[in-house]
């Protein structure tokens, strides 16, 4: 590892090469097309993407970019809380990315926005989104569960990749260089299928995992940290299927074949992406080539600031 070389077990870059938190901020910050869309330029607006397994785009960066995009078009004081999206082909890391939105409805309390995310003419992404200014209301929440180890007692998922010889997995490099840090309660998917498969008993459909980005960010403004959650979210959305399956993410790719089909995600109280958050998981089910993944988020704290779910093409053998 060279001195201009992050290090990938680190939440602090060394040298001047930017860390994986400054590339994905860079891909977030998009720019304007001149000359597009109804109401201008800023209808439609363009952005990059960062490395991905296969040459293709990850997915939960493209939903980041709409989110964003969308955002950038709602009145001042309005933030999202709901989305829809949907995947409808992969795109290339290679070629720019066009957001183009439709302002759908600017009510007196909420906005709402259709974005779709364009490549080669051809949208690659197409998702509803929903933004409400700060209201008081009446309030509830489900609480967190009971006795879920801290993550300082927890391992981290760098520790664990940090094994693998250097190239040896290409997906492993993805999960090494990213912006977030993951600590999966009772051991992650990442090289192994759920400890219950080699115990000989039935893995569980769900898991716990903390989660937070590498290092703090200087960015306060909300709109920021709650793409950013979509981001993370699109990571471990599936993984309580595989888990439920007995798969780990060596079989995925080659034995399995698997991808994001759609993603719906709710936001109900404001959120710190560099501050811990536990993913409560489960996948109520899986058939016909495809299976459900839930979350739940959680502050350390216990506050619920977000709900999460999400289908994926999962083609297991009957």
Not at 70 to 80: K, S
Not at 247 to 271: E, N, T
Request: net charge negative.
């Amino acid at each position: 590892m060279d001195a201009t070389t992050p290090d990938p077990t680190s939440g602090t870059p060394s040298g001047s090469q930017p860390d994986a938190l400054d590339r994905l901020l860079q891909v977030l910050d998009l720019r304007h097309l001149e000359g597009w869309g109804p109401r201008g330029e800023e209808d439609v607006l363009r952005g990059d993407s960062m490395p991905g397994p296969a040459n293709r785009a990850y997915g939960g960066q493209v939903l980041a970019q709409a989110i964003l995009a969308a955002d950038r078009t709602v009145p001042d004081g309005r933030l999202i809380h709901s989305l829809h999206g949907y995947f409808l082909r992969e795109g290339r890391v290679e070629e720019p990315i066009d957001f183009a939105v439709e302002r759908l409805r600017d009510g007196r309390s909420f906005s709402a926005r259709r974005t779709h995310a364009i490549q080669f003419g051809k949208p690659i992404l197409s998702m509803i989104a929903s933004f409400q200014e700060d209201q008081p209301g009446y309030e509830h929440m489900m609480p967190m569960p009971d006795g879920v180890p801290a993550p300082d007692e927890v391992g981290s998922a760098f520790d664990e990749l940090a094994t693998l010889p250097p190239g040896a997995d290409v997906r492993a490099q993805f999960w090494t260089d990213s912006a977030f840090e993951l600590r999966h309660v009772g051991g992650s998917l990442y090289l192994h299928p759920d400890t219950a498969v080699a115990g000989g008993g039935t893995p569980p459909a769900t898991q716990l995992v903390w989660m937070r980005t590498r290092r703090p960010l200087e960015i306060k403004e909300q709109a920021m940290h709650r793409a950013l959650l979509a981001f993370a979210c699109d990571q471990l959305m599936l993984e309580p299927a595989m888990r439920a399956a007995g798969k780990s993410w060596q079989d995925v790719g080659a034995s399995v074949p698997m991808a994001s089909l759609d993603h719906g995600m709710w936001w109900h109280r404001d959120v710190r992406v560099d501050e811990w958050m536990l993913f409560v998981q489960t996948s109520p089910t899986a058939q016909g080539g495809r299976a459900l993944g839930t979350a739940k988020v959680y502050t350390q704290d216990g506050a619920l600031v977000a709900s999460a779910g999400q289908e994926g093409m999962i083609r297991l053998p009957a």
